[in-house]
């Protein structure tokens, strides 16, 4: 049973900055992309970082780019979101996608 845990959100004045993380367990998390998704009040759902099997190719939204940071720890089937210059729009819940799964996601608050 694939299961995929967030950890790291919380509440964060704007250019500050947050590291996300994400543990997957019942896979071989090596054989797996893995992405970074938002969903912010009021907002569509968003993909804001992709990160291959190997961790030497990435993606970003354009929304984020420049500002995030998306990595893998395959020995630790843990992914990271390193988000830097966190601006109010960052806000929303923060899901971590392996193996066609979702977590529950970690809430990011970014306000003064």
């Known amino acids: 049973q694939v299961q995929i845990v967030e950890s790291g959100g919380g509440l964060v004045q704007p250019g500050g900055s947050l590291r996300l993380s994400c543990v997957g367990s019942g896979i071989i998390f090596s054989d797996f992309v893995v992405s970074w998704r938002r969903q912010a009040p009021g907002k569509e759902r968003e993909v804001v970082a992709v990160?291959?099997?190997?961790?030497?190719?990435?993606n970003y939204a354009d929304s984020v780019k420049g500002r995030f940071t998306i990595s893998r720890d395959n020995a630790k089937s843990t992914a990271f979101l390193q988000m830097k210059d966190l601006k109010s729009e960052d806000t929303g819940v923060y899901s971590c996608?392996?193996?066609?799964?979702w977590g529950q996601g970690t809430q990011v608050i970014v306000s003064s």
């Open positions: 990160i291959s099997m190997a961790g030497s190719n990435t």
């Open positions: 996608g392996v193996a066609g799964e």
